[in-house]
Each structure stands twice: as C-alpha cells, then as structure tokens.
C-alpha cells in the first residue's frame, strides 16, 4: 500500500497521505486537497467519505463482519449482556467484576426521572409518536440537570451522564407507553435487572403483575445487544456532528433520536412490520410486492431490505431472524407476518434486481417480529432501536469529545443557484 498518492490538478501538485486501519482499511487523508488546489470533493451521502478515525465498531460490509471494539457480536450476543455491552462500547474494554458492578449499579441510582418531568408526558397530544417525546424528554434532561451541560464537561460528568441516559432512557419509553394507554406510570425498581426492569415498567400495573418470562428477557437482549452500535451511520453521525460544535450529550443525543426516527432508518423496523401487514391484508402475495419493489414509478421499497455498507448480509439480521424463530417455538406463538418475511426474503434473493443491487434483509427485516411478539407497540419500534444504540452514541461523542483532533464538522458544497444579480424593489417586479 503507498504510503502517499499524488494529485496533479490545474498545474498543482499535492501529495496526500494514505492511512491504514487496524484491519487494513486504506484511507486518503485529503485534508490539504482545497488549500493546495481549491478544489473539494463531491460525496452525496458519504459512501466514500470517512469522517473520523474510530476504535469502537469494526465492520465489513462484503464479509457480514461487525465487532464491537474488537469482539465479534455473535459472541456478545451470545454470552454478553446490554450492561456490559454498553460499558465495552463506552469504555474500550469489557469491565472487571468491581467495575461491571459499579457500572450496574449506578442505573439503579439514575432510573428515575425528575418529577417535574412527568409533565411534559401530559402536554403531549395522546397522538404523539413516541420518538417525538424521547427526543425532546431527552434533550430536556439538559435543564433538570443544568450542572452536566458544561462546554468541557469532566471525565465524571460525561460517566454520570452516560448512565443517566442508559438508565432512563428506558423508564422514559416505558412512561410514554403507559401515557399512550392511559394507565399510570410503573416505576423502576431496584431488584431487577436491566431488561426484566424495563418490561415490568412497560407491562405491569396496578390491577396486573407482569410475569417476566426468560426466553422474552433473553430475545430482547440479544437485540439491545446487536443494536448497540454501527460506526458511523446516519444517526451515530449526526450526534458526532452535533457534539462537535461542543453542545452537551444530551442535546447530541436528542439530535441522534431524530436522525434516527427516518423510515430510512431505525424508523425502518416500524414500516416492516407495516409492509408485513399490507402484504398479510393482501392475502400474502409477496411476488406482487416484489415486482412493485422493482418498479421505480411505484416508489415502494422493500422495507428492511437493502444497506449502505452490508452487500452479501448484515450479520445482526441473521441473528435476530434465529432468535424469532426459537422465540415464537418456545412461547409457542405462529406469527403468519414472520411467514411472510421468509417468504418475501426468499423471492427477493432469487430476484435479480435483488441480487444484482446486492439487497439482503438488514437488521430491521426481522426485528419487528420479536418486538411483536414481546409485545411492543408498532410505534414504539424506533424507541427500541434509540434504546439499543444509546451505547453506541454515548461512546461516539464521548470518543469525538476527547480527539484533539476534533474539529467542528462543517462540510463544503457546490454552489448550482443564480449567478450575481441585483434586488428589484417589489414595484417594479
Ligand atoms: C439501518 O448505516 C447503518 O449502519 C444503518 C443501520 C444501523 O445499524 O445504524 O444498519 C440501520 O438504517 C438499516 C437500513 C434500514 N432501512 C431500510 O430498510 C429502508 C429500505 N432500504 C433502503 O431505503 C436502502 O437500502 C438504504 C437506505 C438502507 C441504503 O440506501 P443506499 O445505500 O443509499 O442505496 P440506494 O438508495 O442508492 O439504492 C441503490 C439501488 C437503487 O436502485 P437503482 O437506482 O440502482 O436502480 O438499490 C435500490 C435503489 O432503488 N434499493 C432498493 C431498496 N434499497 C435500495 N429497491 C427496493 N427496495 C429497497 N429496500
């Protein structure tokens, strides 16, 4: 691999450096290209842009390869849980026994929410959508808890707040599900663990204790887990952007609850379960869908099909559509969508618009049907995924925040409007 290239453009001469990664991803550093040539690169959507180095998630999208700082999730899912998952993501290592301990138990500590922040649940309107109240509950916390919103916030700070958001982002879905319903908030409690602890909230109440059952705890931590993070996607990117002009963690993580939200996104395992639905409504024609997928005019997409960095298939999907599989035999549940989205799977990787686009199912195509059969609202899909990858965006602004080299993300552009003209006073127009 050179170690540098060289461009010659209008007479001038650059040498860029050529970075290598970890796993031998070759990068070229073009930091000087508009300085010494006055041109930029064009790049819509970044498929060809790095924006940052990063030691957290390594992925290859042709081998179906992802690792968290290092250790393939395949393992993590297997033996790890969301806790330490999240403490390996955020602090680079996984904990000591001491150190997984304190981490633990400092949720218990920061499960609740202020008081005063019950309110805004009732200023909702009952038809909010759950990703609109976790976005602005959580860019509020920056008012209940003013002295964390320092512009250089200390290594304590950033650990404190990282738990709060962990902790509470849990009992904020659960308390908007209660609100959606109507039925009074269930509050954290102190002996259960993490998952155990946020579907008693979402599924207990006052007339009913909801009994928690291992294989649904076990299902959704292999989610939580698989979810927890992905390099530099469009949500992880935009808490990096946003932190980087030195906004708190909270008001970063807010931003990334919004990207997030997009259909083309994590908002993607919510139209799944949609397109599921229209295709179980049509009488399960999945090869009438297939063909409205290919048809540009029609403007449908395959939900959950299709990934910006996966071509051969996203490991988490192969995971996750496993874990629906063992779920629905061991509660002994038949789920026609899931029938459905094999269905659909196995047209589309026989098609070859599909296969010539390198189109698999990603991490939302199967998601949906666990989530379904937890009992999860539609709505609330997007918040589980924000739950998951919480990890991952505290991780990521906590590793921008202590680059030196850091700068604020300020990308250029092509200018294609009007050239130079003057103002007409509206009397002569
Ligand atoms: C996530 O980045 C991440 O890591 C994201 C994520 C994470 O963990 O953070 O993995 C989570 O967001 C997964 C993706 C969830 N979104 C969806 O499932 C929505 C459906 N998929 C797409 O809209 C699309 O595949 C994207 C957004 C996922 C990727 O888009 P790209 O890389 O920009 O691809 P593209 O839109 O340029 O499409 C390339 C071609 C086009 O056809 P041509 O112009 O070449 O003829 O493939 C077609 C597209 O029309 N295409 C699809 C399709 N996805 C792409 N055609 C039908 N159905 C689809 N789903």
């Known amino acids: 691999m050179p170690e540098r290239i060289s461009l010659a453009i209008d007479g001038k001469k650059l040498d860029c450096p050529v970075i290598a990664g970890t796993e031998g991803e070759k990068a070229i550093d073009i ?29 290859d999208g042709d081998k179906g390869v992802l690792r968290y700082r290092g250790i393939p999730i395949e393992q993590l899912a297997e033996k790890s849980t969301f806790v330490e998952t999240a403490y390996l993501l955020i602090y680079g290592h996984l904990p000591q026994p001491k150190e997984l301990d304190v981490f633990s138990s400092a949720f218990n500590e920061h499960s609740m929410i202020h008081e005063d922040m019950k309110n805004f649940f009732n200023a909702f309107s009952s038809s909010a959508h759950p990703m609109a109240i976790l976005s602005a509950m959580v860019c509020s916390m920056s008012a209940y808890y003013p002295t964390m919103i320092k512009e ?52 207990s109440s006052p007339t009913k204790s909801y009994k928690i059952v291992d294989e649904v705890v076990q299902a959704l931590r292999v989610l939580l887990i698989l979810h927890a993070d992905h390099e530099q996607n469009c949500s992880t990117s935009t808490v990096r952007l946003v932190g980087s002009s030195h906004a708190n963690l909270y008001a970063s993580i807010s931003a990334g609850i919004c990207a997030l939200w997009g259909p083309l996104h994590g908002g993607a395992n919510q139209a799944v379960i949609e397109m599921l639905q229209e295709i179980h409504a049509d009488g399960g024609k999945v090869d009438k869908y297939v063909a409205r997928a290919k048809d540009k005019a029609s403007g449908f997409r395959l939900m959950g099909f299709g990934h910006r960095v996966y071509k051969n298939f996203d490991p988490r999907a192969r995971i996750i559509k496993q874990k629906a599989d063992e779920l629905l035999n061991k509660l002994g549940i ?44 539609l709505r609330m899909f ?11 965006w505290i991780a990521h602004w906590k590793e921008m925040i202590e680059d030196p080299a850091t700068k604020i993300g300020r990308p250029s552009q092509i200018y294609t409007g009007e050239s130079k003209h003057n103002y007409v006073p509206i009397e002569k127009r």
């Open 152 to 203: 250089n916030p200390s290594k304590g700070d950033i650990d404190r707040i990282a738990v709060q958001l962990l902790s509470k982002v849990r009992t904020i879905a659960a308390f908007s599900y209660k609100k959606s319903i109507g039925e009074p908030f269930v509050h954290p409690r102190h002996d259960l663990r993490y998952v155990p602890n946020f579907l008693n909230m979402m599924f």
């Open 334 to 377: 038949h789920d026609p969508l899931l029938d459905i989205a094999k269905r659909l799977e196995e047209a589309a990787l026989k098609d070859e618009y599909f296969v010539t686009r390198k189109l698999y199912p990603n991490v939302d195509f199967y998601s949906g049907i666990i989530l379904r059969t937890i009992g999860i609202p």
């Open 31 to 59: 930091t000087e290209l508009r300085a010494a040539t006055g041109y930029i690169t064009m790049d819509p959507g970044f498929g060809n842009t790095g924006s940052c180095k990063s030691a957290i998630t390594y992925l």
């Open 382 to 392: 997007p918040v589980m995924f924000a739950i998951g990858r919480m990890p991952g």
